[in-house]
């Protein structure tokens, strides 16, 4: 079983950055595909990001290419999103998981709020 605990959102200017973090438990965490995901209100749950086990591979949904990098750290077991040049529209809450998503990994997520 993985435990997976986001962290790392705030509130933000259009324009700003911010740095998600992603604590994962379990010693397996490193032959995992990773992804970040977001669910703005009133709409469902997207793909944001993936990172496959040793972070050389990666893909990005159209919306935050060339804005967002994800990377990762299997020593700490941990998931990193750098956000950059963010837009209203990146407003959500924001979830790690596998990718693809186990129903049973989805942490609390961690919101991300950008506004004037």
């Known amino acids: 079983q993985v435990q997976l605990v986001e962290s790392g959102g705030g509130v933000v200017q259009p324009g700003g950055s911010l740095r998600l973090s992603c604590a994962a438990s379990?010693?397996?965490?490193?032959?995992?595909?990773m992804g970040w995901f977001r669910q703005a209100p009133g709409k469902e749950r997207e793909f944001v990001a993936t990172?496959?086990?040793?972070?050389?591979?990666?893909s990005y949904a159209d919306s935050v290419k060339g804005r967002f990098t994800v990377s990762r750290d299997n020593a700490k077991n941990t998931v990193y999103l750098q956000m950059k040049s963010l837009k209203p529209d990146d407003t959500a809450v924001y979830y790690c998981?596998?990718?693809?998503?186990?129903?049973?990994?989805w942490g609390q997520g961690t919101q991300v709020t950008v506004s004037s």
């Open positions: 998981n596998q990718h693809p998503p186990r129903d049973d990994y």
């Open positions: 990172i496959n086990w040793d972070g050389f591979i990666t």
């Open positions: 379990g010693s397996i965490f490193n032959i995992y595909t």
